[in-house]
């Protein structure tokens, strides 16, 4: 099984790991094992090795932080409050853009 460290798109890898663990047959637990032990660098950060977990909250956790749509939104909340903080009306006049 490939490694995620959270540098690639998580939607291609979680499909790619989906596949593989249905043709493996693997049960829940397996998933989250199997899962756990292909997250390395960044990725590595969001298993909490305390705590039980499951494969699919496992999988949000990995969405949440990686997918694009949510990195959207946050970039477009974040350009959003800097052009009010610097009182600009226009995408272009943000300093982000300069």
Not at 8 to 21: A, L
Not at 74 to 82: D, E, G, Y
């Given at each position: 099984m490939e490694k995620y460290n959270g540098t690639t798109p998580v939607e291609?890898?979680?499909t790619k790991f989906q596949k593989c663990s249905d043709y493996m047959g693997w049960s829940d637990l397996?998933?989250?094992?199997h899962l756990t032990n292909s997250l390395t660098g960044t990725a590595d950060l969001l298993i909490d090795r305390s705590a039980d977990v499951t494969f699919?909250?496992?999988?949000?956790?990995?969405r949440r932080r990686f997918g694009s749509e949510e990195q959207y939104d946050r970039f477009r909340s974040l350009l959003k409050l800097r052009k009010r903080k610097d009182g600009c009306k226009d995408?272009?006049?943000?300093?982000?853009?300069?």
């Amino acid at each position: 099984m490939e490694k995620y460290n959270g540098t690639t798109p998580v939607e291609t890898f979680i499909t790619k790991f989906q596949k593989c663990s249905d043709y493996m047959g693997w049960s829940d637990l397996d998933k989250v094992i199997h899962l756990t032990n292909s997250l390395t660098g960044t990725a590595d950060l969001l298993i909490d090795r305390s705590a039980d977990v499951t494969f699919e909250q496992l999988v949000e956790k990995l969405r949440r932080r990686f997918g694009s749509e949510e990195q959207y939104d946050r970039f477009r909340s974040l350009l959003k409050l800097r052009k009010r903080k610097d009182g600009c009306k226009d995408v272009v006049c943000s300093p982000i853009f300069h």
